[in-house]
């Protein structure tokens, strides 16, 4: 045993060292989320060491654009110098101090700032630290106050109503009201009883529906299971306009405002997530303003910090709140916290962020530039490989299929997406797939030159693929 101590000390590397084999260490020390670890070794996957703008620029100094700022999160780009020095100056102060017992000035700021903007009636931020925890934030406190609320407990208004195909994150309240079956099967029996209604999306109907009869058939579904169930029911879950992980499922008009309609009449809460659609992706500052829709619960991460630092925040209504207030002792309180809940760095980062939105007028660029991206990408929708294109302001997906007409899927095994993003790569740029649909997902403040780039290698990529893709298949066929 005393030699195996040894040995194990002797091992140890200076892990500061210029010189360190990085990519050995990765390989054989970090686990990466969402990411098959067998075919990882092989990929050679960029070190990122550094940005600049709207690039990544890896250990090689190669540079990379980054379509999917940085999974979805990053708004004005990278070394924003704005951004930077707010958080530079908040680092000169304090880095993090609690919120339980008490108080921040960035948290403080930032609360304000985000109710003054929110939908109205959202008055009180809950602050925590990813989407996840945002969600699971709402789902808690939804539940909660059904069991609190002033006209009396309703015990039995113990489920959740969520949209088919739905992701809310990866923590075990939030998969048991997600419904992506690949990510979430697995952990079915640890998981609470929701209902679900189909996602009003018509790519694939059922039997018997054409495309306009499937999407009324889901408006009358969502309303037939309220009604029938809203004594049920603590909460509608839902990420308004666009379902992101789902492959970039664009809702109908109208499907949103029909949801918050029937919350309202048979008094269930509406959590509206929007840790993907919010701070400015679907061209206004919050997704739920499209159809002028004040949730109860607005869910916000991703974005919040401009994607600089992990932050999350739940905002509640004044009803909500108040079913929380008694005396201490009581227990009405909401016993939930996160150890890094309003972290200062991120609240200053956040409030750097939202100046610029106004600064830079960046819903006026995701609307200009949305336009020029359904231009650009008009090209492929005749290709035979592309059963569809989705998007909403900046957010894209591009559906990849072997025949556009069946709709059949390629082989799971030809990884198609994520050969394309392989593909977008060697051009340099940045892209990562959900299955088969490629999503483009420029930052909000992106330049068009740029976002012009994106969609290029995109188009070449995805032309690239399917050419390469169908001679396997008529190969072995
Ligand atoms: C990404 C995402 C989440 C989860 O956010 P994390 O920060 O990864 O926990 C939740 N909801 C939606 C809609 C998302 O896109």
């Known amino acids: 045993m005393g030699t195996e101590v040894v040995r194990r000390e002797s091992m140890k590397a200076d892990f500061l060292a210029a010189d360190v084999p990085l990519r050995d260490w990765d390989n054989s020390c970090v686990w990466h989320p969402f990411t098959p670890m067998s075919a990882w070794k092989d990929e050679s996957a960029p070190i990122i060491q550094r940005a600049q703008g709207f690039y990544l620029i890896d250990t090689d100094g190669r540079e990379y654009l980054d379509g999917i700022s940085s999974l979805w999160c990053n708004v004005h780009g990278h070394t924003v110098p704005e951004i930077d020095n707010a958080v530079r100056e908040q680092l000169q102060k304090v880095a993090h101090s609690t919120l339980l017992g008490l108080a921040s000035e960035p948290s403080i700021r930032l609360a304000k700032a985000l109710t003054d903007r929110a939908p109205t009636g959202l008055t009180r931020v809950f602050y925590s630290d990813s989407g996840a925890t945002t969600v699971e934030v709402a789902l808690k406190m939804a539940y909660q106050f059904h069991r609190q609320k002033p006209e009396g407990r309703s015990e039995e208004r113990d489920t959740f109503l969520c949209i088919g195909n739905a992701y809310h994150g990866d923590t075990l309240g939030t998969v048991s009201v997600g419904g992506i079956d ?34 009324q058939r889901c408006f009358d579904e969502v309303s037939e299971r309220i009604r029938t169930h809203h004594h049920r029911l603590a909460a509608v879950v839902m990420e308004p306009i666009v379902q ?11 499907y949103l405002r029909h949801v918050r309609n029937l919350c309202t009449e048979f008094d269930v809460l509406l959590i509206a997530d929007e840790v993907a659609v919010g701070f400015g992706r679907t061209g206004t500052l919050f997704a739920c303003e499209r159809e002028d829709v004040s949730p109860d619960f607005l869910c916000l991460a991703k974005g919040i910090s401009g994607g600089y630092l992990p932050l999350g925040a739940t905002l509640a209504t004044e009803r909500i709140f108040e079913a929380f207030l008694g005396d201490p002792w009581q227990g009405r309180t909401f016993f939930h916290g996160h150890t890094y809940t309003g972290n200062a760095l991120g609240c200053a980062a956040g ?30 929708l005749k290709h035979p490989n592309v059963a569809e294109i989705r998007q909403c302001g900046m957010m894209v997906g591009i559906e990849l299929v072997q025949d556009r007409e069946t709709l059949t899927p390629f082989p799971v095994e030809f990884r198609l997406g994520h050969q394309v993003t392989l593909a977008a790569r060697r051009r340099g740029v940045i892209l990562r797939p959900l299955g088969d649909v490629i999503v483009l997902m420029p930052a909000p403040g992106m330049n068009y030159e740029n976002v012009e780039k994106i969609c290029d290698v995109a188009i070449e990529s995805i032309q690239e693929v399917t050419d390469d893709a169908v001679r396997r298949v008529t190969r072995s066929g």
């Open 351 to 380: 409030l750097a962020s939202l100046q610029l939105f106004e600064q830079r007028q960046v819903t006026d660029n995701v609307e200009q530039c949305s336009g020029r991206i359904a231009q650009k990408l008009s090209v492929l």
């Open 182 to 215: 690949l990510f979430h099967r697995c952990y079915k029996h640890l998981l609470f009883p929701t209902l679900t209604v189909p996602s009003p999306v018509a790519l694939r109907v059922p039997d018997g529906y054409t495309r306009e009869t499937w999407i």
């Open 244 to 254: 992101g992980a789902a492959g970039i499922l664009v809702h109908p008009p109208g």
